[in-house]
């Protein structure tokens, strides 16, 4: 079966440091491969996405890119702002059936002024 | 932002008795799920449906019942709520294809959530 991995959080960072957050994944087929965010009451927000090998998917001055050799799709930003303090889900998508994702379990993000 | 509202956003309800949650759509997205979110759980798939009256169980399924008339409006009954069901419930839809191939993303609702007592 399919399942994600991301490294366990909360995830503390002062602001304008540089921001990794691990993802790896392991799937039967070729996924598609996301990041969402879920901000404080809200629901998750699609953030990024790839969907092939070496594809880099960017937003908001975060990028991570779809690496099948190591299976992984790490999440980087390199300057923090507290703004940017939310929950962070890495999912992946493989085609057919009814496309349901397989989330992380979500690593929770907190910059400091 | 996709059109989704989900109703109520908040509910307290005792122990026993129905309720009902509403997910509502103006994107004519053909694919509908409900999640609930729980502190050291994650996101856990309630139930999904492909079309209006095409639905199907998730992994915590247990409790819950849906439905599907209409595309734009997704049901989630729980049928006798227990105190175990208090937590955050969020809709999601999805429609594969429409921002390119392999583009599966899920547009989420803004949640409700449900307090038992």
């Known amino acids: 079966g399919n399942s994600v991995t991301q490294m366990e959080g909360p995830v503390t960072l002062s602001e304008e440091a540089f921001l990794t957050i691990n993802c790896t994944y392991t799937a039967t087929g070729y996924p598609s491969l996301f990041w969402y965010v879920q901000y404080p009451g809200e629901g998750l927000q699609l953030l990024l996405k790839a969907t092939k090998a070496d594809d880099k998917g960017s937003n908001k001055g975060f990028e991570a890119t779809y690496r099948k050799e190591t299976t992984s799709f790490h999440l980087e930003k390199g300057s923090v702002q507290v703004s940017d303090s939310a929950v962070y889900f890495c999912?992946?998508?493989?085609?057919?059936?009814?496309?349901?994702?397989?989330f992380g379990r979500g690593t929770s993000l907190i910059v400091h002024p | 932002d996709a059109g989704i509202t989900q109703s109520p956003r908040h509910k307290v309800t005792e122990t026993g008795t129905p309720v009902t949650l509403r997910c509502h759509q103006t994107?004519?997205?053909?694919?509908m799920y409900w999640y609930r979110q729980d502190p050291g759980h994650g996101l856990r798939l309630i139930h999904y449906s492909y079309g209006v009256k095409d639905t199907d169980k998730g992994e915590v399924s247990d409790g819950y019942s849906v439905s599907r008339s209409k595309t734009e409006d997704f049901l989630l009954t729980l049928e006798s709520a227990t105190s175990s069901q208090t937590s955050v419930y969020f809709c999601?839809?999805?429609?594969?294809?429409?921002?390119?191939?392999?583009?599966?993303?899920?547009?989420f609702g803004p949640g409700t959530r449900l307090t038992v007592t």
């Open positions: 999912a992946l998508v493989t085609s057919g059936g009814s496309y349901i994702p397989t």
């Open positions: 999601a839809i999805s429609e594969p294809g429409t921002s390119g191939r392999y583009s599966y993303e899920q547009y």
């Open positions: 994107e004519n997205h053909r694919y």
